[in-house]
């Protein structure tokens, strides 16, 4: 099974950015999909953005398109997630996760493995 490890989390002041990486290893063929969710305290967990990995194709949640923009790493099998003019609602633990189907997915169960989080913190 394909196994996930989230990076780059931290402290930022409103209006700034923060790059997240997820490294990859493991049976990464299996996994179509690559995404982001982001979870803050007492909400849902939420889907933030995908990628195809073979072809490249991205999805985002509206709340964060023309602010945020995922991207793959062939050569280091890994997936980064840019987040710019970040907001205080932005704040959440952030996940990588992978998704063996062909569904296009939204849903977190839609996917099959996760990584452990990384915390993002914005400051007004």
């Known amino acids: 099974q394909v196994q996930l490890v989230e990076s780059g989390g931290g402290l930022v002041q409103a209006g700034g950015s923060l790059r997240l990486s997820c490294a990859a290893s493991?049976?990464?063929?299996?996994?179509?999909?690559m995404g982001w969710f982001r979870q803050a305290p007492g909400k849902e967990r939420e889907f933030v953005a995908r990628i195809r990995w073979d072809f490249g194709n991205t999805y985002y949640t509206d709340s964060v398109k023309g602010r945020y923009t995922i991207s793959r790493d062939n050569a280091k099998n890994s997936v980064n997630l840019q987040m710019n003019s970040l907001k205080p609602e932005d704040m959440a633990v952030y996940y990588c996760?992978?998704?063996?189907?062909?569904?296009?997915?939204?849903?977190?169960?839609?996917?099959?493995?996760w990584g452990q989080g990384t915390q993002v913190t914005v400051s007004s």
């Open positions: 493991g049976r990464t063929f299996r996994s179509y999909y």
């Open positions: 996760a992978a998704s063996s189907g062909r569904t296009r997915p939204v849903g977190a169960y839609e996917y099959d493995c």
